[in-house]
């Protein structure tokens, strides 16, 4: 390989180290901000539910639970919402809501057994998940049932395979730039500069040097120096 083409090749490789290094940083930033955002959105959408469907159950007011899910329905239809009594049966739940599945079982049974609010991602389950369950309680403190929120991911599992698209390209167009420019730096101070000393040299083996001869007068036994 040409000392150009080392070059370049030794320029490419400490650019992509370089890129890479920056953007698995990058990319676990982004992931754990989307993360903390979903999770800030469901606790907060969960602690203002809380409150009313604990009213709503001590007085077994399951329609006015309902007509409240149905309204969070329509203004946030990716979070599914469930609501159980004391013995985990469902009391309510909203339109188009998830199957209870294993996953939110156990955390609804965790809730139910006076254990503290359960938030669990569930990034190797299909689909893709956030769960948060917490108690419901009378004002005395009774635990009267368990509220529970699913919400899909696939908005985050999204964004999270645009970004590594993004940044793929960016690494491609990042080792194409540094080849040519590597390309260009070599050929201008390496490959132009050595060409010249190379010629220079042929020059001197022939007799020609800088634009002038040595000439050579047998008779007199002399040499000149000769300017073309």
Request: proline share 4%; net charge neutral; aromatic share 6%.
């Amino acid at each position: 390989m040409t000392i150009r083409g080392r070059i370049t090749v030794a320029l490419g490789v400490t650019g992509l180290l370089l890129f890479g290094i920056y953007a698995a940083y990058q990319y676990g930033v982004e992931k754990q901000d989307l993360r903390r955002a979903i999770t800030r959105e469901v606790r907060f959408l969960g602690r203002s539910l809380q409150v009313s469907v604990e009213n709503a159950l001590r007085d077994r007011q399951i329609e006015d639970i309902n007509e409240t899910l149905d309204r969070l329905e329509a203004i946030e239809p990716m979070v599914d919402i469930l609501v159980y009594d004391t013995r985990h049966r469902l009391d309510a739940r909203s339109e188009g809501s998830v199957v209870p599945d294993p996953v939110l079982d156990a955390s609804v049974d965790k809730v139910l057994a006076g254990q503290p609010p359960v938030l669990r991602f569930l990034p190797d389950k299909n689909p893709i998940r956030l769960v948060f369950a917490l108690p419901l309680r009378t004002d005395e403190g009774a635990l009267i049932g368990a509220l529970a929120l699913v919400r899909p991911l696939d908005d985050m599992v999204a964004d999270l395979r645009a970004t590594r698209r993004n940044m793929f390209l960016e690494g491609a167009a990042l080792a194409l730039i540094t080849s040519i420019v590597g390309l260009v730096l070599g050929t201008l101070y390496l490959t132009r500069p050595l060409k010249a000393v190379v010629e220079g040299m042929r020059g001197v083996r022939s007799g020609e040097v800088f634009g002038g001869a040595w000439v050579h007068d047998a008779g007199n036994a002399c040499t000149a120096w000769y300017m073309s």
